[in-house]
């Protein structure tokens, strides 16, 4: 076999890479033609690549490694628990311990009577897991018909068949025969993108009542559940107006249907508390999670869900549905490991004290630059639009090319940020220092300045 490692050259890597890596979510030729970056190691809020570079990861991986690159303990609690169990499956009545610890310790966590889990190796996985459990559930109570989930528009809650049509992307759903029957979808609470004249209080009510018209459209009788994430992050870090939960969990209270709150990304301290819910004042019946549950050094997702589903579940004999790895001993070992250095470093009391309050003012302070139409951070998740005329919270409409051209330049300026149509975005690592937010916004400010004047020299601002 051939040996490939660091050492190679990074050209070489790269056609390698080109010749037998197919990526998700990405153009094979376009990249063939350009050559993939290598990354190959980090530590604490910093990835180094093939050629030496270092960069600010303000992305946190994928939304995902909460407590930084490089935690000594994370190995060594994977290493134990692969020595003494790598692996046994959870089905035919058997379980192990690093399941048992897991299971009670979210269950502790987690808000209101959501006390059972049900384990997954993803966000997708754990949101199929929900599309059949809550179909399952409405089935055992004696109404079978009650099947279809209403979701968002440009919500994003995976990418399998089924998570993938919950998922409100238009262009993933143009693909391979999405979405399965029995989703629907309403607007987002984009007032910044979609709002027009109305003022933002205003339009949240109109976006929250869609769920309502949707209800009713389709009957109370065939709707099994609502699910959404508490702030959509893929679609581009949109903060809902203050007046949209308050009036979707009204909603979800007056009609007979379950709220599903996807907190793979909101979850383990992104907003600042264990849960997204939390801080928005939300009441799911079930609540999705992954990524930040391990800090992404191994997969792990799952459901969690309410003690009135759990019984109701319970008691309706076989659930005809699991995955190999669900409940994976060494993903439980590494998420007890994490939670608990989440909790003795008080990295929550970190986010809401220091690291968010930092960020909202050095990352609202962007909104000055004459082509930053909007900057808005909560907790540990920041967005900011890019427009041609911001006075209109105009679109440039160039397919997001302009965006592009920022994302590359804070590559090149040591900072990974990444860009949604017009809106650059970030989700930094939770432990991450007010130094290096410092630099994270000083570096995004460079960039920002490059693509200026790129759209300058290009035509695409506005004229005044
Ligand atoms: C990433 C993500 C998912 C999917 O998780 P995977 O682990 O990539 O399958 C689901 N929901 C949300 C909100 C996500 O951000």
Redesign the pocket.
Known sequence: MTLISNHLPTAELQALDAAHHLHPFTDGNALAAKGARVITKASGVTLTDSEGREMLDAMAG??CVNIGYGREELAAAAAAQMRQLPFYNTFFQTTHVPAISLAKQLADLAPGDLNHVFFAS????A?DTNIRLVRHYWAALGKPEKTVIISRQNA????SMG?GSLSGMSAMHAQGGLPIPDIAHIGQPYWYGEGGDMDPDEFGLMRARELEEKIAELGENRVAAFIA?PIQ??GGVIIPPETYWPELQRICDAHEILLIA?E??CGFGRTGNWFGSQSLNIRPDII?I??GVTSGYV?L?ASIVSDSIAEVLNGAGDFNHGYTYSGHPVGCAVALENLRIITEEGILDHVRDVAAPHLAQRWGALADHPMVGEARSLGMFASLALSPDKSARAPFGDGGAVAMKCREACFNNGLVMRAVGDRMIISPPLCITTAEIDTLADRALVAIDIAHGWAKSEGLMAAG
């Open positions: 994928l939304w993803s966000g997708s996985e949101n994003y809650h995976g990418s998570s994430e992050g893929a996807d793979v990304i999705t992954a990524k997969p997702g």
